[in-house]
């Protein structure tokens, strides 16, 4: 048996179709990148907006234990890494929210605002959490916070 041969699009009526005036395309909902969740609580804010993928990617960042998974070796925190309060407690949670933020700033998504530890969180609206961060997405030009131990 021959093999069949096939033209080259084209050539053929159904190969020089296009969408005639009277059909229409379906509409289709516009693609949520990333869930728009509570800073301080960690719950869903809003089931139809989203969040700008840098923010998203913040949030995850100071969401994940890093090395938990096969996928966030890199990535992610190790406040698990600080086990007792001691008078270095303050120096090393600002350390490791700066390590977190820095690959953001270097990228130039992020500015850098500030991060306050302990009972300076409040500042940025996070009571009780053990620190928040306070930066600036170059991309929107909006401030946002995200808190630790919140």
Not at 39 to 57: K, N, R
Not at 71 to 95: C, N, W, Y
Request: with cysteine.
């Amino acid at each position: 048996m021959a093999t069949p041969i096939i033209p080259p699009a084209g050539l053929l009526p159904a190969g020089t179709w296009s969408p005639s005036s009277t059909e229409t395309t379906p509409v289709v909902p516009p693609v949520l990148l990333a869930d728009s969740l509570d800073a301080s609580t960690g719950e869903l804010a809003s089931m139809t907006t989203a969040i700008h993928p840098v923010d998203a990617a913040i949030q995850e960042a100071f969401r994940t234990l890093s090395g938990s998974g096969a996928a966030v070796q890199s990535t992610g925190h190790r406040f698990d890494k600080i086990r007792t309060k001691t008078d270095r407690t303050p120096r090393e949670l600002r350390d490791e929210c700066e390590r977190i933020i820095k690959p953001f700033v270097t990228r130039r998504d992020v500015r850098l605002i500030g991060i306050a530890v302990g009972t300076e969180a409040h500042k940025y609206g996070f009571d009780g959490a053990a620190a928040a961060v306070r930066y600036r997405n170059l991309h929107t030009n909006r401030e946002q916070s995200q808190a630790v131990g919140a």
